[in-house]
């Protein structure tokens, strides 16, 4: 599996924005896909997950009720909307796919994306 993310960018804090992540290869759904970010400095943490068998989610405390992951098998992607965006939100964020039991456990995932800029401004 192939993971490519893209739609991060520079915006003022509150603001929003949509990451995707397109997949490729014909299991994409049969894998719980992760979202992950890293700050400067920083270790890679868990931001958000959505299991592939029930679709259910997982978000760290910092960023529930802001943002919202979703998934669509049919297009091999999944998204992370992330809205009243706050300058420590600031990182880059990777997207990762794997046959995970702990899901906030970065190791867990076997496949990961390039990575994509995230900064907000204040």
């Known amino acids: 599996v192939q993971l490519q993310a893209f739609g991060g960018g520079l915006v003022q804090a509150g603001g929003s924005l949509r990451l995707s992540c397109a997949a490729s290869?014909?299991?994409?759904?049969?894998?719980?896909m992760g979202w992950f970010r890293q700050a400067p400095g920083k270790e890679r943490q868990f931001v958000s997950a959505i299991r592939w068998n029930d679709g259910s989610t997982e978000y760290t405390d910092s960023v529930k009720g802001r943002f919202t992951i979703s998934r669509d098998n049919a297009k091999n992607t999944v998204y992370l909307q992330m809205n009243s965006l706050k300058p420590e939100d600031t990182a880059v964020y990777y997207c990762?796919?794997?046959?995970?039991?702990?899901?906030?456990?970065?190791?867990?995932?076997?496949?990961w994306g390039q990575g994509t800029l995230v900064t907000v401004s204040s």
């Open positions: 290869g014909r299991t994409f759904g049969r894998y719980t």
């Open positions: 990762a796919a794997g046959s995970v039991l702990i899901i906030i456990r970065r190791q867990q995932y076997d496949y």
